[in-house]
């Protein structure tokens, strides 16, 4: 059995950790809702694509930028339809997070010795990777049926296709079968290990940054010491490096996860049930049909998002994690 001292250590991280997604989580929701309606549309979501015509689709895009987008769902949706699917969104985003940051922790204080987080700074910046990666998987697989459901509700748009989360879950049970709930997991998780390595990775390099900024050039704040607008830089800088290199494999992931969802027609072409063999065999339909920019749908909402979404829970898991540990300890 632990003793107590590292299982209120696992208390406070896993508790930081899902209040800090869960808040990040509905802040940023409205542009989340934006980036999955880009993902899964498959005619340009751009006016320029739409000019193009090697990329030329039968039937006219329903969303082909942020801002009608939004007009749009506004009209047609009401302001809440910037918020479908957030309650699985929060029921996938709080054990996921609680899951990464519990996880992450355990790998950095046995990789450095010490539990203590300030010791956890000084680690090298491989180990980060290798640790962030290792608990975004582990994330990944605990909370990935919420994802699922999230991403459904998300895109259906109006009129609804499933009324409630319960609905949606007993169909795929129903049509897909169990495994239908883990369907994109494979690059989900081939996503996730550059995704969380490189947001966990850059954002301990860019707190030995910070640190070092403020030993050589602040005299009023300590070394070892970031304020919370340093760690939302920090945080903001992680994110957005992460997202850039990760979002095709998002995209994909999206395609997989909406396979068979009978959507209005007025919102496009469906993606059919077993359209995708596998994650090489989608890939390769979407650059035919779709160009480049079709690995890249829903990156300018989803780059908008990641930054204050990773600045977000970085700061609120710092600021809930000390808070938790003056309570407990």
């Known amino acids: 059995m632990e003793e107590p001292s590292k299982l209120k250590r ?14 990040s989580r509905t802040v940023t929701s409205p542009l989340d809702v934006i980036k999955i309606r880009f993902q899964v549309q498959l005619e340009p979501t751009t006016s320029w694509a739409l000019l193009r015509k090697d990329l030329a689709a039968a039937a006219p895009s329903k969303y082909t930028g942020m801002f009608q987008a939004s007009r749009d769902i506004l009209r047609e949706e009401g302001v809440q339809g910037f918020w479908r699917g957030n309650v699985p969104a929060l029921l996938m985003v709080m054990p996921y997070t609680a899951i990464q940051f519990t996880v992450l922790h355990k790998l950095k204080t046995f990789a450095s010795g010490s539990s203590k987080s300030e010791n956890h700074v000084n680690l090298s910046p491989y180990l980060s990777y290798v640790s962030g990666a290792l608990a975004g998987c582990a994330a990944t697989v605990g909370s990935y049926p919420f994802d699922l459901l999230r991403t459904i509700l ?6 609804k296709v499933y009324p409630s989360m ?7 049970i129903q049509t897909r079968g169990f495994q239908g709930l883990y369907a994109g997991l494979s690059p989900t998780l081939v996503e996730i290990i550059p995704y969380a390595g490189l947001q966990f990775g850059t954002y301990d390099t860019f707190k030995r940054w910070a640190m ?11 070394e070892d010491s970031l304020s919370s607008f340093q760690l939302f830089l920090c945080g903001l800088a992680a994110g957005t490096c992460a997202k850039l290199v990760c979002h095709p494999l998002d995209v ?3 395609r997989f996860q ?6 209005h027609p007025r919102y496009g072409a469906r993606v059919e049930r077993r359209a995708y063999s596998n994650m090489f065999d989608a890939m390769q339909r979407i650059l035919q049909f779709e160009g480049w920019a079709g690995l890249y749908k829903g990156i300018i909402p989803s780059t908008i998002k990641a930054a204050p979404a990773g600045a977000v829970t970085f700061v609120a898991y710092e600021l809930t994690s000390d808070w938790l540990e003056s309570i407990l300890t």
């Open 212 to 222: 070092e900024w403020n030993h050589r050039y602040s005299s009023t704040t300590a």
């Open 10 to 23: 696992a208390m406070i991280d896993s508790s930081a950790g899902a209040i800090s997604g869960g808040i």
């Open 166 to 172: 319960r609905s949606a879950f007993g169909d795929i």
């Open 252 to 254: 994909v992931k999206k």
């Open 154 to 159: 998300a895109s259906q748009g109006e009129p």
């Open 258 to 263: 909406i396979e068979g969802l009978q959507r």
